[in-house]
């Protein structure tokens, strides 16, 4: 289930939703919570995102965007 932004934590790797010019879509990543921003999980790569939302990573819609992804879906 989405939480509002505000609560998101900054101990474990989560899911993000944002909104860009192409609307509104979840990132396919796992992403962590860092002062004064977010950075991707896998290369500590600071993120340039303004996420609305965040929920769990590993939940089965989270792992299916990661394989749909890898998959060129």
């Known amino acids: 289930m989405w ?10 790797d989560i899911e993000l939703a944002v909104i860009d010019q192409e609307g509104t879509h979840a990132l396919v990543f796992a992403c962590r919570r860092i002062p004064g921003g977010w950075m991707r999980v896998a290369n500590r790569e600071r993120l340039d995102v303004r996420p609305t939302h965040w929920r769990e990573w590993g939940s089965p819609r989270a792992f299916q965007a990661l394989m749909a ?4 879906l």
């Open 3 to 12: 939480q509002p932004i505000f609560t998101a934590p900054a101990d474990r």
């Open 69 to 72: 992804s890898k998959s060129g």
